[in-house]
């Protein structure tokens, strides 16, 4: 069955801090990766998609890694802000890019 | 502004009442889909569609139907609501073609007492 699990399920770090979302999969065929992040009461919010030939991509402080062989996600956040206190989502598609595959997600507090 | 919105925001109604979340989007995107959210399992895909008059199920369909009649608009019924499909609504669109990204409306909270 294809799924895509997080961890940890929360988090809790000091801001300035940096910290690693981890995201596992078993979906197969594979086609992308994405992180979302999603702030409460609203929609997700694209961080970055990784084809199975990227191995990493960056969005300001945010890093995605990805390893196709182990089927295994990374998102490293660095110098962490209050404002990245949210649900940080896995998701990723197989063979149909118009089905994607959510994982239950992160959910991060950056305490001052 | 480019978005995706949602109507109602907010919505209680009874086991029973037909009701429709409607979705628009003014970035003519070629696809739009719609999720559902519930505490520890994520979002789920309920239906998409691929273009005018195509759509398809996702994961979890039942009980839903949707119509893809004009391109920038994606409805959401639910002929005969139950208490299990009390959640929280997402709609999504985007060109549906290569990488694309994704963008999701602000969601609809619904409760069926």
Redesign the interface.
């Known amino acids: 069955k294809n799924q895509v699990e997080q961890s940890p399920q929360s988090l809790i770090i000091l801001e300035g801090k940096n910290c690693t979302l981890q995201c596992n999969y078993t979906v197969s065929p594979f086609s992308n990766l994405r992180w979302y992040k999603q702030d409460t009461g609203r929609g997700p919010v694209s961080l970055t998609i990784m084809t199975f030939s990227e191995n990493t991509k960056s969005n300001g402080r945010y890093t995605a890694t990805l390893d196709a062989d182990t089927k295994q996600s990374s998102l490293h956040i660095t110098a962490s802000q209050l404002s990245d206190s949210a649900s940080y989502i896995c998701v990723v598609s197989g063979d149909s890019s118009y089905k994607l595959i959510f994982g239950s997600g992160t959910r991060l507090l950056v305490r001052p | 502004e480019a978005q995706?919105t949602q109507n109602p925001r907010y919505l209680i109604t009874v086991t029973g009442k037909k009701l429709t979340v409607t979705c628009s989007q003014n970035m003519n995107h070629e696809?739009m889909?719609w999720?559902r959210q519930d505490p520890?399992?994520?979002?789920?895909?309920i239906y998409?569609s691929?273009n005018v008059e195509v759509t398809?199920k996702?994961?979890v369909p039942e009980g839903y139907k949707v119509s893809r009649k004009e391109k920038r608009n994606f409805p959401l019924i639910l002929e005969s609501p139950s208490p299990n499909q009390t959640s929280l609504y997402?709609c999504?669109s985007g060109t549906?073609t290569g990488?694309?990204?994704?963008?999701?409306?602000?969601?609809t909270r619904l409760t069926v007492t």
């Open positions: 995706v696809y889909s999720y520890g399992l994520g979002l789920r895909q998409y691929m398809d996702g994961d997402f999504a549906g990488l694309y990204e994704q963008y999701f409306g602000p969601g």
